[in-house]
Structure formats: C-alpha cells, structure tokens
C-alpha cells in the first residue's frame, strides 16, 4: 500500500466512529499523489485557488466533488460556481450576495459553509462570530434562494497550545449550536461543521466537527509526523 492510501486509511478509521467526513486538500500536490488518494476511494477534494480548482476538476475523473476552501475574490465567483461542490469560505455578507445573484442568473443552486473568525491572528478572512447568526436569519427568510447554507466554517490560531485551539474550536461549535437551535428547522441543509487541519483535527473533532480538512496529514504522513 502507497503512503497515501495507508494515511487514508489511519484518517478513515478515526473518522468512522465520529460520524465526521475527510475534505482532502490537493493544493500544491502533485496529480500522481492525488491520484493515489483518488485510489484510495478518496472523492472529497478541496483547492483555495479557483483556477487550480477548475484545473484538477478537468483533469480527474468526473465523481470527484471539489471544494473551495480558500478566500473567494469577486471577480472569480462566476467561473468557480459551475464547477464547485462546497464553498467552505463564504466570509462576507456581500460575498454571500454575489454568490447568490450569479448562482440565481446561473439557474443554479450553490451549496456553501459561512467561514467565522475564531483565531487570535488578526490576518485570517471570516465572519465575526456576532455577524453569522443576523445573516443566517436573512437566509432564513429566504433571501438567499441561489445558495444553500450547509454550516459554519473555522480555523483555529496555528499555535501549538492546545487549550487555546480548543477554546476557538469550542465556541465555533457553540456557536453553531446556537444557530441549529434557531434555524435548523428553516434551513434545513446547516448541518456541517467543518473544523480540523492536519496540526489540529483530533481537538476538532472532539468539538463535534463533520468535516475536516487535511492537506498534509493525507499527502505528506511522514513529515507531518516529524
Ligand atoms: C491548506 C488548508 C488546509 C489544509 O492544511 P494542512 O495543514 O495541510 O492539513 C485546510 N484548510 C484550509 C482553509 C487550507 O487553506
């Protein structure tokens, strides 16, 4: 068994008794160890890219689903939506409104996850936590019928203190709480919490995580483990 697939393998295995799904991020790897993942029974993928994105889309095999996950500039949301399974990293109201006119003039539906803001570094895009649950009430009220809200989206500080990954991952997950209670029963699509990277998806997952999302951890087991 290859690398990949044995990390695949280890991750899945985890997962199963958490009820939690593995997003693969294939960004900067090489098609062959893609490949090797898609092998594996892996059809989740995910790129933060949108050329990158449409790219893989057109060179693997047509059952995988791809999934944005990086900061979506307004000039590339019309090209990215034929193409994109899940857009993990809607972090602005007017983001979420541009995605939802070109989806409505596109006669299509878009699924997408709202990114909230949980770590201390002042850099990473997001949604203030007191941001999401006024929007969600927006599409609540149906004015988003161009997009699916299908949950939140976070990452945790990069920092290797695990009690201060756990504080971010425990209010994003509180925070979607909050949101199910208020809203599951009109937005019947917000289930997923994807939380988790390679450095930190075991704490995510002890949150209550659906989805995490690894790129090294899958393509590069051995030096993620050095
Ligand atoms: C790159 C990236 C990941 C995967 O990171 P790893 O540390 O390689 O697992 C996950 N989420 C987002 C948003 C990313 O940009």
Known sequence: MNQV???????????????????????YQTDERVMMAYDAGQRIFAENRVQELLAKKARFPSDCEWHFIGHLQSNKVRMLLPAVGLIHSVDSETLLEQINRESQRLGIVTRVLLQVHIAQEAHKFGLKAEEVLPLLNRCANGEFVGTRVGGLMGMASLCED????????SGLSALFSDAKDLYGARLADFKELSMGMSGDYPIALQY??????????????DDAQQ
């Not at 695990?162 to 991952?169: A, C, T």
């Not at 209550?208 to 087991?221: A, E, H, K, N, W």
């Open 5 to 27: 697939a044995a990390a695949l393998e280890l991750i899945n295995r985890a997962l199963r008794s958490k009820g939690a799904r593995l997003v693969a991020v294939s960004k």
């Open 162 to 169: 695990e009690r201060q990954i756990g504080k971010e991952f």
């Open 208 to 221: 209550g995580s659906t989805m995490i999302r690894l790129g090294s951890g899958v393509f590069q087991p």
